[in-house]
C-alpha cells in the first residue's frame, strides 16, 4: 500500500458557517489538510482508518494469505478493503449495526455482533473458525471523558469475549483502545489467552488521538 507523500501542499483553511460548530469547522479542516485523507480517496479507500490496519499488519504480520477474517464494526469497510486484498478473496466476512455498500471478496452483514444466533451465521459465511478478528469500534463521545472511557472499554471487553469464543487455535485479535491502552484486568486476561500481547500506535493515527490498538496474537484455545 502506498503511503501519503510527505510533501506539503499548503494548509486549507475552512470558512466558519452558520450552524456549524467551531469543533465541526476544526474536524473539516483537518479532513481537507490530512494526507491521509487524500491518499485514501485516491487509492479508493473507504476510509483513512485503512492505513492504520495495514501499518499494524506491516508491523505485526497477522493478515497472511488464505486466513478467515472477521472484522467486527466494519462500516464504512476501510479495513474490510485492506484485509480481501492481504488474505484473499472469500476469506472475509464484515459486521456493523450500519449498512455497508458491498465490497468485492467480502461478505458483509448489517447486525449487532452480540445477538443471539449472529455467531453461528458468521462462522458458516467464514466457512470456519476466524484466524483474525478485527475491532476498530468506537462509542460516540459524550465529552466526559470518564464516561467515554468506561465505553470504550465495555465495547473492547464485548469484542474480546466474542474473540474468546469464536478464534481458531493461534489465532489474532486486533482491536482499538484509548487512554494509555487496555484496562489492567482485561490485558492480564488477554496475556493468559495469548502468546502475545502488544500496544501500538500506527503512523496514521492522528498525533493529538488518544487512541492506540491492542495486537494479540497465538490465541490458547482452551
Known amino acids: 500500500m502506498a503511503k501519503p507523500s510527505s510533501g506539503r501542499a499548503p494548509a486549507q483553511r475552512v470558512k466558519s458557517a452558520k450552524g456549524r460548530s467551531v469543533s465541526s469547522t476544526r474536524w473539516l479542516e483537518r479532513q481537507l489538510n490530512d494526507p491521509y485523507v487524500a491518499e485514501a480517496k485516491r487509492a479508493g479507500y473507504r476510509s483513512r482508518a485503512a492505513f492504520k490496519l495495514a501499518e499494524l499488519d ?26 480481501v486484498a492481504r488474505v484473499g478473496k472469500d476469506h472475509v466476512v464484515g459486521i456493523d449495526l450500519l449498512p455497508i455498500d458491498p465490497i468485492p471478496g467480502a461478505v458483509l452483514m448489517q447486525g449487532d455482533f452480540l445477538d443471539d444466533g449472529i455467531e453461528k451465521k458468521l462462522l458458516d459465511a467464514l466457512g470456519g473458525a476466524p484466524d483474525v478478528i478485527l475491532s476498530d469500534m468506537a462509542a460516540p463521545a459524550t465529552g466526559h471523558a470518564a464516561t467515554d472511557h468506561l465505553r470504550i472499554v465495555a465495547l473492547v471487553e464485548a469484542a474480546y ?57 497465538g490465541f490458547r484455545h482452551r
Do not use: C, N
Not at 58 to 81: C, E, I, N, S, Y
Open 58 to 83: 506491516d508491523r505485526f504480520h497477522f493478515l497472511k494469505r488464505g486466513k478467515r477474517v472477521l472484522d467486527l464494526g466494519a462500516a464504512p469497510g476501510g479495513w474490510t478493503q485492506v484485509a
Open 161 to 217: 469475549e466474542f474473540a474468546r469464543t469464536a478464534l481458531a487455535p493461534g489465532g489474532s485479535f486486533v482491536a482499538k483502545v484509548f487512554q494509555g491502552g487496555t484496562e489492567r484486568a482485561l490485558l492480564e486476561r488477554m496475556k493468559k489467552d495469548f502468546a502475545s500481547v502488544k500496544h501500538a500506535k500506527p503512523p496514521a493515527s492522528r498525533a493529538e488521538s488518544a487512541e492506540v490498538y491492542v495486537v494479540a496474537q
